[in-house]
């Protein structure tokens, strides 16, 4: 007994040295090289970012687009209440409707955002502006019906839920449960509420299959915003959430959420990207990812601000943390860094927009930034990479080695 009590002591002195959860992001203010796991403490600067044009304007007919996703390469989007029960395939460069597709046994009351998996897509019918909805869906129809040129008029299964914490249904412009977000990941579907009250979102999830169910619900995050959409990368590493705010200047903002754990988006970095506001991106209702690291955004008509498609770069703020030495080639053409080895300082021929990160021989991370000239005088003795991240390209990733002594 007394062995085994041992033992455990044992066990729970190794995990608490060698399990240290914090901050791994090299971007963060509180970067915590020693850290062998990701939690939500990464404390981020206020960060303000450009959109670039995508598709200047979208047909009359989708002033009021409320989603825009892209799988298998086809860029989808739906209309809001008061409009036809249509799912639209739209041209990835001119916006222009390639193929309407009308669910015949369904209206459209509140369409909000859509979701893919391999074989299906699901389109969230849970707009709840009042919060007094009792017939909340989600409609889900085969891909391969929606692919074929000639299928114009389909049959949706519908998928009927409603929320565990909402036990009564006054209608209040201040509730907290409208909901325009939805992704698929891990066999589930995910729902991110627009908390009109407390300016939260609430991620809940459903059984894609259940005809009805009661929603799972997970956690919550303070956004600080109302959340109009969400997606998901292919690789399942990364979730966005789009969001606007009805404050001060109107802005428009996107959650990166990453480093997270199985479908527990909010347990990792979460960091907020402001975009132009709702005067000049207009209101923003619809993200989806074109690659891995560039988004899609549009927005419907607000006054004189057509429909149309923006474009937003995120490879900057992620690619330091999924950076790692296996996944790039080590470079060893030209010498780019001197002196080295190095006691005291390091310099770099490189640009200063350039991004780094540098790790030590065991992989991990100790500095980053974009400096040309480095401190190393306290470095311990050893290897060394430096992972360079050109800003213009997420595949231009080098690394170079240096050695310090002394």
Not at 109 to 127: K, L, R
Not at 216 to 238: E, M, P, W, Y
Not at 356 to 364: D, L, R
Request: proline content about 4%; aromatic content about 10%.
């Amino acid at each position: 007994m007394k062995q085994a009590l041992s033992f455990f002591l044992i066990f729970l002195v190794q995990q608490w040295i060698f399990a240290q959860p914090g901050c791994q992001d090299p971007l963060a203010q509180n970067f915590n090289p020693q850290a062998t796991s990701t939690n939500s403490t990464c404390i981020y600067s206020a960060t303000t970012a450009p959109l670039s044009a995508r598709i200047s304007s979208l047909p009359t007919l989708l002033n009021e687009s409320s989603a825009l996703m892209v799988t298998d390469g086809r860029v989808f989007t739906i209309v809001d209440s008061g409009n036809e029960a249509d799912i639209f395939e739209i041209d990835s460069t001119s916006g222009q409707i390639k193929k309407k597709t009308r669910i015949s046994n369904y209206s459209n009351v509140d369409w909000e955002d859509m979701a893919a998996d391999s074989q299906y897509i699901y389109v969230g019918d849970f707009g709840n502006n009042n919060g007094d909805r009792t017939n909340l869906r989600i409609l889900k129809v085969r891909k391969s019906a929606v692919y074929h040129p000639d299928s114009l008029n389909i049959q949706a299964q519908r998928l009927s839920f409603n929320y565990p914490d909402q036990t009564t249904f006054v209608s209040s412009s201040t509730n907290n449960f409208d909901c325009e977000s939805l992704i698929y990941f891990n066999n589930r579907l995910h729902l991110f509420s627009k908390n009109r009250g407390n300016r939260k979102t609430k991620h809940y999830s459903l059984d894609p299959n259940a005809a009805f169910q009661t929603a799972v619900l997970h956690d919550s995050l303070n956004v600080n915003g109302l959340i109009t959409s969400a997606a998901i990368r292919k690789d399942g590493q990364v979730v966005v959430l789009l969001g606007l705010d009805q404050t001060g200047s109107l802005p428009v903002f996107v959650w990166l959420l990453f480093g997270f754990q199985n479908s527990d988006f909010f347990s990792g970095n979460r960091r907020r990207i402001d975009l132009p506001g709702v005067l000049v991106t207009g209101q923003a209702e619809g993200i989806g990812f074109a690659s891995e690291s560039r988004l899609w955004i549009s927005n419907e008509k607000v006054g004189n601000l057509p429909p149309r498609v923006k474009q937003l770069n995120i490879q900057s703020y992620i690619n330091s943390f999924f950076t790692d030495i296996s996944d790039v080639k080590i470079q060893t053409q030209k010498q780019t860094l001197y002196p080295n080895p190095v006691s005291d300082f390091l310099n770099m021929e490189f640009n200063s927009n350039c991004q780094y990160a540098i790790v030590n021989a065991q992989g991990k991370r100790v500095l980053s930034g974009n400096s040309t000239r480095i401190n190393v005088k306290n470095f311990p003795s050893g290897l060394y990479h430096i992972i360079l991240n050109e800003p213009e390209s997420f595949q231009k990733r080098k690394v170079y080695n240096f050695t310090v002594v002394h």
